[in-house]
């Protein structure tokens, strides 16, 4: 069997280069995205530039369970890319793999078209992908300030207790640290809970400052597990318009797994449709929505989405 590899090897060397960090953060924060409403249809990705992830035969099993089988998939340099699928497809293994944590029985993972063996979270950060989790994975204790600020621990030399304590190595590091926060909490709407305790705020705000985190070392590669998970409809469009602000703002690749359909539908410029741990299906929301096999495999699942959006 072949050695399962993660490919981001070029990806280290781009990752100090000024390009990817010095976009910088928005001087001037747009205002921001649209809190409620349909979500307009996303901006065109060119299909001929070279990808930035591309996955290759994966698969990976547990024991007798095939969680994925011979998955490839392409991801675009500033494409809002979904995965979607019913329960049990394979989506969660997916982004598993694709963020490191899972390592796959065979396969590729490649990032700039270069491949490595499993990477460990921490340097994954410094490769520029950043990832969400479908259960908060916030310091609940903390404040959004500082649970933000965490975001970029991986690239400062104080560690982030000492951050946070204000006894880091460096103060400049830590003003630049907060300053960064700052901007992208004004960026996605947070400011006016910046000092509050995490675990005090609703669940949908929280999952906003999980995605501020994320952004705050303005990833190339965002990976959204379930980003709108247990949130309510407006909640839910408000999310979406985040994430596509995200996108335009930063140039960030979003891949994301999300079991509202409707609300995929109309954030993602391409849509991956798992079943069974296989790919059945790959295209644009109307290629996807009109697919045969995906409307098979939906079929009797449409309780699972909230809003009863369908495909
Ligand atoms: N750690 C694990 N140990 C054993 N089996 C697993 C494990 N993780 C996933 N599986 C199995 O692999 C298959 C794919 O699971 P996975 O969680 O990736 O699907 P999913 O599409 O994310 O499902 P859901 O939408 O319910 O979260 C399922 O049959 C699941 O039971």
Redesign the pocket.
Known sequence: MPLASYSLGMMEASVYAPEIFARGLPSAPQPAPPSAGRIEPAGSVSGTAAPLLSLQAIGLS??G?V?LADIDLSVQPGEIRAII??????????INVISGVYRPDRGHVLLDGVSHAQVPTQRLARLGVARTF?NLALFKGLSVLDNVASGLAYKVRSNFAGQVLGIGRSRGEQRETRGRADQILEFLDLTAVRERLVGTLPYGLQKRVELARALVAQPRLLLLDEPMAGMTSGEKSEMAGFVRAARDRFATTVVL?E?DVGVVMGLSDRIAV?DY?RKIADGTPDEVRNDQRVIDAYLGVASDNEDGAGI
């Open positions: 547990f024991g369970v969680a699928g019913p329960n049990g497809a394979g989506k969660s293994s997916l479908q797994i079991h798992l741990g």
